[in-house]
């Protein structure tokens, strides 16, 4: 489960953005992750909730946006949805697939008090 992880990174971050602001508490993160990265939201949710227990991040709302997997045909430039991790272009039929978006992990805002 590497949500857990993520959800550590996350927490560490949010508590550090909040302690140089002099915040006391976090009550919102926005987090935006790629299709590609395999995060599952409702284990990063549910990592981060236990990970925040007794922080100052306890009971934050975490928001989590998941970004498309987008390619672009080197042969030919068609942009497209990759689905399934079919890296095939749906007009030319390249294999030729250059990753455009999908592989994003970052805290976009915190939000404190």
Known sequence: MHELAIAQGVLEIALSTAASHGAGKVTGIKVLTGELTGVVPEALEFGFAALAEGTMAAGAC????????????????????????????????????????????????????
């Open 62 to 113: 975490l928001s989590i946006s998941i970004i498309p997997l987008t390619g672009r045909c080197r042969d030919c430039g068609d942009e497209h949805r990759v689905d399934k991790y079919r890296f095939i272009c749906s007009a030319c039929g390249s294999y030729a697939i250059e990753i455009l978006s999908g592989r994003e992990l970052k805290v976009e805002s915190v939000e404190v008090e």
